[in-house]
């Protein structure tokens, strides 16, 4: 059988991450197809592609990667959902894709929903000192507000750790006053965790750096900080006292926009799958019910509703599941399942009739 190219698979994946059905761009009118095309012009091929193919280049068996995560909801004070179920997802990636150690941080108070999401990915929250001595472990670590000790965290992380990658999943991003942002515009530093410092510190050690965001308020989306300053309300002139807008300043080696930022995570699940021909690799459908139902359960909300309910942005984890069968359906294109063998994956033509036809 022909191999089908990766870039297919590539561009398969992202155009179903990037189907405008989420609250912002059907409720908010979010242009997704305009800022994905801004990502995808930087890129120069698919993104969920590019950021596969790099994690592969860069993670080696038993390296680090850390993944950020953690939206926290300034009007209620807990986290959203959407993040919490990529992060682990891609954390369960690295892991059984790649032989890497995952590494997640957030805030303290989104810990307990960082946890009970990782467990249901089927990873083992495991402590520092020994996550290298078993497989399917992934260390869970808070991360300070104060700025200070955010800056000494970084460097400690980063020398101790020493990660080949980082990733942030829905992550608060402050702009270029270093003022972090709501959707809607308003201040959240407050109690928002300065993991900039980390992600700044990682790119100027070199260390491969990746943001996934969905607004672009989001930690990664200053790689293309220009269209959403343009095309995002807010972007250009928020509603707090820094005037700067919500836009995120830092710019990462690779940034995704998707409809939703899980969804981005998502994506790169599904080509580091085709890449490394492991369709294990991406999670499935009951596996990304349980994240989702743990994420709510571990604290959680649906941020459009503001619910302890098992939503991501508005969306039902029935859709979301549906979108993991898809995916799953795009990589068996190139990586044959248990539903799909070789011997079926071929291009079928019908025999001619007598008349030739």
């Known amino acids: 059988m022909k191999e089908i190219p990766l870039e297919n698979i590539g561009e398969a994946v992202d155009r179903l991450m990037t189907v405008p059905m989420s609250n912002w761009a059907i409720l908010k009118g979010i242009p997704v197809a305009e800022l994905y095309q801004a990502c995808r012009k930087k890129a120069g091929e698919p993104l969920t592609l590019a950021a596969a193919r790099k994690l592969a280049e860069r993670v080696h068996p038993g390296d680090t990667v850390i993944i950020a995560t953690g939206f926290v909801i300034w009007s209620c004070g807990k986290p959203e959902t959407d993040g919490l179920i990529g992060a682990a997802s891609l954390a369960r990636a690295v892991s059984i894709g790649l032989k890497g150690v995952p590494v997640l941080t957030a805030e303290e108070m989104v810990r307990p929903a960082m946890v009970s999401t990782v467990a249901a ?39 101790e750790y020493r990660p080949s990658a980082l990733i942030a999943v829905e992550r608060p991003g402050w702009n270029r006053h270093g003022v972090h942002h709501s959707g809607g515009g308003f201040g959240i530093s407050e109690f928002t965790a300065k993991i900039d410092y980390l992600f700044e510190e990682a790119k100027a050690r070199g260390i491969l750096t990746i943001g996934i965001g969905d607004l672009g308020n989001e930690l ?138």
């Open 121 to 159: 990915s089927g990873l083992l929250p495991w402590e520092p000192a020994t996550v290298k001595e078993g497989l399917r472990r992934a260390v869970i670590e808070g991360f300070p507000v104060d700025p200070v000790h955010a800056r000494e965290e970084a460097v400690r992380m980063l020398d």
């Open 220 to 357: 990664g989306m200053g790689y293309i900080e220009d269209a959403i300053r343009k095309w995002v309300p807010h972007g250009a002139l928020c509603q707090c006292p820094c005037q700067g807008g919500i836009t995120a300043s830092f710019e990462p080696d690779v940034g995704i926009f998707a409809n939703i930022s899980n969804w981005g995570a998502y994506g790169i699940e599904a080509c580091l799958a085709a890449l490394l021909g492991e369709p294990e690799v991406l999670h499935d459908g009951p596996t990304e019910r349980r994240m989702i139902e743990e994420a709510v359960r571990g604290g959680a909300i649906d941020a459009v509703s503001g619910m302890h309910r098992p939503y991501v942005d508005g969306t039902s984890a029935e859709t979301n599941v549906s979108i993991i069968d898809l995916l799953r359906n795009i990589v068996s294109y190139r990586v044959p399942g248990d539903l799909f063998t070789r011997e079926y994956m071929t291009s079928w033509e019908p025999e001619k009739n007598e008349s030739g036809r």
